[in-house]
């Protein structure tokens, strides 16, 4: 945010909103049997906590790419985690994740990395380049912890 400095007001609101939101996270996460406290972190997870706390500290563009994958609404009006939730019978899994989306629809949090962006200014090709760098890595470990899952899953 030294580099832009207008946008902190932003970023500090979008933070103090975000408040509480992991224990949606949690609630969804003790209704699949996985008390939230007793799970280690998997290492896709260590990893796009790490790209993000890189973007929080160096570089505003990737830190909205980052808060756009997680806070936006699904383009196509569909929530496909929820409905795969609801799918494998987890409803009450589901239930925290859309009230999450509805949350960020309904106060029109979904569009808050539009406006953390509206007043930071231009930057360079060489800032926007590295922005985006910090995305595909974390976008990468996001894939990674679906494979992780996947074979968690399978394994039990």
């Known amino acids: 945010l030294r580099l832009h400095p207008a946008a902190g ?5 979008f933070m103090k909103e975000e408040k509480g939101h992991d224990k949606l996270l949690g609630f969804a996460l003790k209704s699949l049997g996985f008390p939230a406290e007793s799970l280690a972190p998997l290492p896709s997870i260590v990893e796009l906590m790490d790209r993000f706390q ?3 500290e160096t570089n505003l563009l990737g830190f909205c790419f980052l808060v756009d994958m997680f806070e936006r609404s699904p383009y196509s009006g569909r929530n ?19 009230t999450h989306a509805d949350i960020n629809v309904n106060g029109e949090h979904h569009n808050e990395s539009f406006e ?11 800032y926007a380049l590295e922005g985006m760098r910090l ?7 996001l894939i990674r912890f679906v494979k992780e899952r996947a ?3 399978r394994a039990l």
């Open 9 to 13: 007001e932003k970023v500090t609101e």
């Open 80 to 98: 496909p985690v929820v409905e795969a939730l609801i799918e494998l019978g987890e409803e009450e899994a589901a239930r925290p994740l859309k």
């Open 151 to 153: 074979t968690f899953v």
């Open 54 to 56: 890189q973007a929080a």
């Open 116 to 126: 953390i962006l509206g007043v930071a200014g231009a930057v360079s090709e060489e």
């Open 135 to 141: 995305a595909q890595e974390a976008s990468d470990a």
